[in-house]
T-cell receptor, first 112, second 115 residues
């Protein structure tokens, strides 16, 4: 079955880069996603990557995918206070791609 | 702006009450989902629906039921609320299988407290 794991907390200084890591176990993943949840809000899709890609860049966000190690990361360049949030990694798998499996979420705290 | 709307942001209910959580989407999405979110556990799928009147159990359906009488509306029902159902409930919708990688669109959540 699907299993997605993330570290629970990350503290980063304003202006530095943040790197949030995620591992997954299902080798038939099709898409992998990063969602952001700000306090008191629902989840917002940040970016996603198809499983046959190894990198995707979108402004300050860079997603890296290592399929061999089943490792996904999200790098946020020039981290701002507005980046403080919970970040969720999620995957869909072949044959079941309407269903997302989520990690527990990484709480990112940006300090001045 | 496309939306998933959950009718209540905060609810306080008593143990044993029947509780209805409502969710409406305006994107004509076929799939709708109910998750609960608890600290350290992430999002766990309760039920989902891939069409009107169709429903399937997720990972933690016990103590819950759902209703989808119209495409745009998906209701979560707690038949007899218990304190261990105190949680944040998130509704989401999506396109059907194979129609791209749009992921889910989420509502803002309902924080339910059962006392």
């Amino acid at each position: 079955g699907e299993d997605v794991e993330q570290s629970l907390f990350l503290s980063v200084r304003e202006g530095d880069s943040s790197v949030i890591n995620c591992t997954y176990t299902d080798s038939s993943s099709t898409y992998l996603y990063w969602y952001k949840q700000e306090p008191g809000a629902g989840l917002q899709l940040l970016t996603y990557i198809f499983s046959n890609m190894d990198m995707k860049q979108d402004q300050r966000l860079t997603v890296l995918l290592n399929k061999k190690d089943k490792h996904l990361s999200l790098r946020i360049a020039d981290t701002q206070t507005g980046d403080s949030a919970i970040y969720f990694c999620a995957e869909t798998v072949r044959g079941n791609d309407y269903k997302l499996s989520f990690g527990a979420g990484t709480t990112v705290t940006v300090r001045a | 702006d496309v939306k998933v709307t959950q009718s209540s942001r905060y609810l306080v209910k008593r143990t044993g009450e029947k509780v209805f959580l409502e969710c409406v989407q305006d994107m004509d999405h076929e799939n709708m989902f109910w998750y609960r979110q608890d600290p350290g556990l992430g999002l766990r799928l309760i039920y989902f629906s891939y069409d009107v009147k169709m429903k399937e159990k997720g990972d933690i359906p016990e103590g819950y039921s759902v209703s989808r009488e119209k495409k745009e509306r998906f209701s979560l029902i707690l038949e007899s609320a218990s304190t261990n159902q105190t949680s944040m409930y998130l509704c989401a919708s999506s396109l059907p299988t194979g129609q791209g990688a749009g992921g889910y669109t989420f509502g803002s959540g309902t924080r339910l407290t059962v006392v």
